[in-house]
């Protein structure tokens, strides 16, 4: 089954810098990977996902690459502030199978 | 707009005994997928059901079953409880499709039912 690795596992960057998270995965057939942010006791919220067909997409001051052939996919996230720190996860699922298979998840701490 | 909706929030249930989760999903939407989320560790696929039929299965045994009402909302039983099995227990709802290549459409998740078993 689908693979999903996720490093670093824990990150802490100063209030403004920037912040890069990185996933890889197994399945070669995946072609969904959506990121999840979730704060200490809440629910995961989907931040920003990316299709196949497309290798980045971005949104304000997140965004999201994608490398078929290395099959790895990464999350940047600009201008960190406060409200950022969270543990965000990667996922992976492909057409056909129903579940998303998630990363470990990296704590993400912005010092102010 | 309601989001996704699970209860009760929080439960303590004794090793040996049976529990029943619920989930609300997302107006309009008719897949409901269930998750297993140990502290510190990524959500772990359970149960996937879409038009009230089971459509995936994860690594859990046979103590785990589910079902999907014909309104979407769905129930997680879990029997014969042990302590490992103590952890947050996630819905999530999305659309779906009833066929074609697009099956992964974006998941939306409950707020989790916190299950603790002594």
């Known amino acids: 089954g689908e693979n999903v690795e996720q490093h670093p596992s824990t990150l802490s960057v100063q209030e403004g810098d920037s912040a890069v998270i990185k996933c890889t995965y197994s399945d070669s057939a995946s072609n969904y990977f959506p990121w999840y942010k979730q704060e200490l006791g809440k629910r995961p919220q989907l931040i920003i996902d990316?299709?196949?067909?497309?290798g980045e997409k971005k949104d304000q001051r997140i965004a999201v690459t994608l490398n078929k052939t290395a099959k790895h996919f990464s999350l940047h996230i600009t201008e960190t502030q406060p409200e950022d720190s969270a543990v965000y996860f990667c996922a992976a699922s492909k057409t056909g199978r129903r579940a998303l298979t998630f990363g470990s998840g990296t704590r993400l701490q912005v010092q102010p | 707009d309601a989001g996704v909706t699970q209860s009760p929030t929080h439960l303590i249930k004794t090793r040996g005994q049976q529990v029943t989760l619920r989930c609300s999903p997302i107006?309009?939407?008719?897949?409901v997928s269930w998750y297993q989320q140990v502290l510190g560790q990524g959500p772990q696929f359970i149960f996937q059901y879409y038009e009230k039929e089971e459509r995936g299965r994860g690594n859990f045994p046979d103590r785990f079953s589910a079902r999907q009402f014909p309104n979407y909302s769905s129930e997680l039983n879990v029997n014969a409880l042990l302590l490992g099995d103590s952890a947050l227990y996630l819905c999530?709802?999305?659309?779906?499709?009833?066929?074609?290549?697009?099956?992964?459409?974006?998941?939306?998740f409950g707020q989790g039912t916190r299950l603790t078993v002594v």
């Open positions: 107006s309009g939407h008719k897949s």
């Open positions: 999530a709802s999305s659309s779906g499709t009833g066929g074609g290549t697009v099956w992964n459409t974006e998941a939306f």
């Open positions: 990316i299709r196949s067909n497309v």
